[in-house]
């Protein structure tokens, strides 16, 4: 009777030890099949933050395009159009040759400016650093350009990014002449970690924030593209400051000094 007993007790804590199994079995199935497809869920929302991020990032980019078709067509508009009128005013005013001459002159020098805009010469060649205080270079003697550099500049910047940068400074170059109505421009440029920092100050009449325009909006398309970001302090009657943090990117063999 001992022995019956004693194998029921064993055959009982067998079924339960098999239950028990079991559950512990189904429990880390189900687990696993949780955290499967948790990790599915996860992957499908980064490919899908992915595919906006790219959607995103063209559109920006179509957008700073489009925008500089539209800065080139006014360049060209204001500084072309408009001075070649003049000249064949002058021409059938029979105007003094010396004064069309110089009229002549002004327009050579402003088609070469936004040919240069174009397509920035050496751009190659030249160190990032150059590239930006050259553009600076174009406010003076209408402007006083002062300017800091926190040691060299040590990054060896790819072409994309340096054409990027470059279309960054001429927008607020832009925006200073068109709009600041400053006589004193201070540039600032540092190197710090895997960015590089560009602070701009103006003596200008200053912006509110409603009243930013397509200028800044570009500003901050290019450097989405760039992953950087830039900040602007503005106060009416009081100037405005840029700063703008450029992040480094793939190095390109062809952008040494």
Known sequence: MEECTDSN?????????????????VFVVLLIR????????????????????????????????????ERIGSDLH??????????????????????????????????????????PPMIERFAVDVLISSQFDRLI?????????????KFNWSTDHKMQIIRIVQEIVTNIVKHAKAN?????????????YLIVDDNGIGFSD???GMGMKNIENRLFILNGAFKVKSKLNKGTRIILAFHHGVQDSNSRR
Not at 141 to 153: A, H, I, L, T
């Open 34 to 69: 949780k955290q499967l497809m948790q990790e599915t869920k996860r992957i499908e929302e980064l490919s899908n933050l992915e595919e906006k991020h790219l959607r995103d990032l063209l559109q920006r980019h179509l957008d700073s395009q489009e925008h500089e078709r």
């Open 184 to 196: 004193e421009v201070s540039i600032m440029l540092a190197e710090h970690h895997k960015y590089l």
């Open 78 to 119: 204001d500084a072309i159009s408009n001075r070649l009128n003049m000249i064949l005013l002058r021409l059938r005013a029979n105007s003094d040759s010396s004064i069309v001459e110089a009229d002549v002159n002004e327009t050579i020098n402003a088609v070469r400016r936004i040919s240069h805009d174009l397509n």
């Open 210 to 212: 409603d009243n930013k």
């Open 141 to 153: 003697p209408e402007y006083k350009v002062k300017k800091w550099q926190r040691k060299s500049m």
């Open 9 to 25: 007790l064993v055959f009982v804590w067998i079924v339960y030890s098999l239950i028990v199994v079991s559950l512990i079995g």
